[in-house]
């Protein structure tokens, strides 16, 4: 490696570095701006740096009850996801079923994550005003309880089938049912790919924003997304405030991706690469 | 359709026939295991493409569904010029981004994959843009292109070259939204190529390279075929998700300005929700799945053989 070629690659990186971040950073400033300073031109670091502009976030743009929403939203239905799709994904790494049965649901599950979500809008739709369920934080967990589902099942066969088998049959041999040696013996080891599932469906749906739109209509259900969005008025545009949203709405997220970076690469291709 | 990686391996074979009952029981377990799934994914994926087939071929008025169309909507939407524009849209949109952002996501992985001195935070700050919600990136992005809050009309201003107005104008909306997709969407391609880069086999490489081979030759004749694999999972997946392209675009120019951002989800969308006009829309959205499932299975097909590859 000539000296040359090794400054050109460190500088290669480093724009393309800055160029992911900075926006964030520009974000941030313009989120602790005053609203007399956002309009007084371009400048990075605020001449009066306040927090006001996320106060009215909570007092008058309704944050607390988005974020309230989102927790509740995505934690029931990624937990239901997890219950539900876990168990089917074990049954179609471990058994051979008739028909081709295994191919069949791993790519009908294949397909619910993958087609993109505004094909599925309007049924959606259609079916929650049937139930009755616009607007409510029900319907949108029993949508996204089904959307993750699919991911999990799809996930959790690939994690499952890299466990030997040997392991599970040495403790049916010692007569522990097929459900206690899956309770005692394969969740445990599985455990980091139950993580990996978990999270990567938590980013998903936390960050999921048109269906959130479509069947949400008040703060009652809104989504953190949803509600961001709402800032953006026909009229008149709340930078300051829309600005320290999008910091709320990221921030919980970028510390959950920080966390898992190791398996980024996995959980967003589906598992193909490693 | 039987395409995925399924791995089959028989469950316990040889296990004495006396213990009856649980046999019987072990026998029914893959199915008791499979229907609570088996419900749910029917309840959110079979029956809304029913529902949606359904009211494709019903007439809405206001919202209500008031007579059976037959292939009414169908037609419409084939002789709809307004359709036919945001396809081109669409489909400007995708190639554009997703070649862009796959030439740039190789050319960085190829730089940061060997010494990875500091590759965790070169990692980390390059994932935040695809983490973040996008809707959270068509905020960050109206910050910096809006005239009053953001920096590239001074900027462009102060080089004499006049203020853009990046998304008021019809070219440059466009192009505008293009730039979004790349700052978003690029690190995915990039983690994907790194990660292929990674767990290649260096003595072909390193045997060429003491062969004598120009660098450029070594890339195109032996990384690139060795990456290929892994390449195409990245690009499909990039593909099927860019075609459905919404929240940026609505939160930054709503389609606007005219139709020059309209892509089909952003038409659809309008038709369906602030026309109440379901079943045109479900109509389009009926054309793009089938669009949408042929990718699909182009994906799954490259997959698998990318799973075998990569993985062992």
């Known amino acids: 490696m000539t000296g040359r070629s090794r400054y050109l690659r460190w500088a290669a990186i480093a724009v393309a570095v800055l160029f992911c971040v900075f926006p964030f950073i520009w974000m941030l400033s313009v989120s602790l701006k005053r609203q007399v300073d956002i309009f007084a031109g371009p400048t990075l670091v605020p001449q009066h740096p306040t927090l006001g502009n996320y106060s009215s976030l909570f007092t008058q743009y309704h944050m607390g009850s988005y974020l309230l929403n989102s927790v509740i939203v995505v934690g029931v239905s990624v937990l239901a996801s997890l219950v539900i799709g876990t168990p089917a994904a074990y049954a179609l790494a471990r058994f051979r079923l008739p028909w081709g049965l295994n191919d069949h649901a791993l790519f009908a599950a294949l397909v619910v994550r993958m087609v993109p979500p505004i094909l599925l809008v309007v049924p959606f739709y259609i079916i929650l005003a049937r139930l009755g369920l616009l607007d409510s934080r029900l319907g949108l967990i029993m949508i996204y309880t089904g959307i993750n589902t699919s991911f999990v099942i799809w996930m959790m066969q690939s994690f499952l089938a890299e466990i030997p088998s040997d392991i599970e049959d040495a403790a049916l041999v010692d007569g522990d049912s097929r459900m206690s040696a899956l309770r005692r013996i394969i969740l445990p080891v599985a455990s980091s790919g139950l993580a990996t599932t978990a999270i990567f469906a938590v980013i998903a749906t936390y960050n999921d924003f048109l269906i959130a739109l479509t069947m949400t209509s008040t703060p009652k259900a809104q989504t953190v997304p949803v509600g961001i969005s709402t800032l953006i008025g026909k009229i008149q545009v709340e930078w300051g405030p829309m600005a320290a949203g999008g910091i709320v709405g990221a921030l919980p997220i970028l510390i959950f991706a920080f966390i898992v970076q190791r398996h980024f690469v996995r959980g967003m291709t589906l598992g193909a690469v490693k | ?275 109440t006009d379901y079943g045109h829309g479900a109509a389009m959205l009926i054309a793009l799945l089938a669009f949408a499932l042929l990718l699909v299975i182009v994906a799954l097909t490259l997959m698998r053989g990318a799973a075998r590859r990569v993985s062992r």
């Not at chain 2, 292939?71 to 419409?76: E, G, R, S, V």
């Not at chain 2, 003595?203 to 003491?210: G, H, T």
């Not at chain 2, 004598?212 to 070594?218: F, T």
């Open chain 2, 1 to 275: 359709m039987a395409t995925a990686t399924a791995p089959a391996r028989a469950s316990g074979p040889g296990r004495p026939p006396d213990r009856g009952r649980r046999n019987r029981l072990d026998r029914a377990l893959p199915y008791l295991l499979l229907l609570p799934a088996a419900v749910v994914l029917g309840l959110v994926s079979l029956y809304p493409i029913w529902a949606g087939a359904h009211a494709s071929l019903t007439t809405y008025l206001y919202g209500r569904p008031i007579a059976g169309a037959g292939l009414q909507n169908y037609t419409d939407t084939w002789h709809d010029p307004v359709f036919w524009q945001a396809m081109w849209v669409t489909l400007k949109f995708v190639v554009l981004a997703v070649v862009i952002e796959t030439v740039l996501g190789l050319a960085l992985a190829m730089l940061v994959a060997r010494d990875m001195r500091g590759a965790r935070f070169i990692r980390l700050s390059i994932l935040a843009p695809m983490t973040v919600a996008p809707v959270v990136v068509g905020v960050i992005w109206r910050l910096i292109y809006e005239s009053q809050t953001g920096f590239v009309n001074p900027l462009f201003s102060s080089l004499g070259l006049g203020a853009p107005n990046v998304l008021s104008h019809q070219g440059s909306a466009f192009y505008g939204l293009v730039f979004v997709d790349v700052w978003e969407w690029t690190p995915l391609l990039f983690l994907v190529c790194l990660a292929g880069l990674q767990s290649m086999p260096q003595e072909p490489l390193e045997a060429a390279a003491v062969d004598g081979a120009k660098p450029v030759r070594l890339f195109f004749n032996h990384t690139l075929p060795l990456l290929l694999p892994v390449l195409a999972v990245g690009v499909v997946l990039r593909l099927i998700d860019a075609v459905g392209t919404f929240d940026q675009i609505f939160v930054l120019t709503g389609g606007g300005p005219g139709t020059a951002t309209q892509l089909i989800s952003i038409y659809a969308y309008n038709t369906a929700f602030n026309f």
